[in-house]
């Protein structure tokens, strides 16, 4: 059993209460408990299909350099710009308005370059980052964030117990099969518990086959991903039964629902 991530303890901010999302009833785990075998989650991120993004020259790149420019290509041949320097760098106000939202054991589900793990971590949450790119989990745990280089849909610590579970920066679109992930983070989460998620800022509902490009002609291999509005999501969400809309905010140009695990 390898060591856990280490956990920075700095003074914590303070967090206004949020009347919508309840406080645990129930003591934290550690990350020492989370914690499981790097070679262990090396077999799991194998076993599945979801490690498009690991195997993706111009996003590992981009993670190295934390510098840009990065797209989604579609098959259409438009373009979604990927805001790699903005991942890198602290949260900025919109992303605060998530942190503040977080409670209790936190998982970041595509956590990237892990600027929220480092913020929760300096609020004494307890907060795990998962990511199918080794390059990221790399960076997230230089910037003092626990991470594993571990897909979503892999067997994971602390499934069934996580208090908050985080799916921004698009990562809705995580497997291009909105239903299936939020079956999958209803099993992650308590009940109670509450999954974070950004939407896109319009009234969308689809799925795509896209590859990461850095503009200069060299793409990564194709894989399934989606984009979904808010109304789609809190659809999706209802239909699953597992997820009830707990509140629903924007910031800074971007948007955000919140579901409650039932
Ligand atoms: C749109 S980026 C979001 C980046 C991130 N939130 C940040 O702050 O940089 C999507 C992230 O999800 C990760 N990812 C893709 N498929 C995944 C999977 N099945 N499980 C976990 N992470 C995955 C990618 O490696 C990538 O870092």
Redo the contacts with the bound molecule.
Sequence with gaps: MSAPPRVPRTRPEPVAPDPAVPEPAVPEPTLSELAVSEPAAAEALDA?E?????R?DP?SAA?RSGRGPLY?HREDGTRHP???E???AAPDAADRTVIERCRGSVL?????????LVALAERRLTALG????PH?VARAVRAGGGALC?????PLPGTGSWHTA?L????I???GDPPRLLRRTAELVRPGGTLLVETAAHALDERLSVRVGDGRGVHGTP?PWARLGSTALLRHAEETGAWAKAGEWEAGGRRFVALRRA
């Design positions: 599945h979801e490690h498009a993004w690991s993706c996003w993670l989604l990927l805001d790699i903005r991942w890198c970041d589900i595509g956590c990237g370059p892990g600027r929220f998962i990511d199918a790119n990221a571990r897909s979503v849909f892999a985080l921004v920066d698009g990562n679109g995580i497997g894989f």
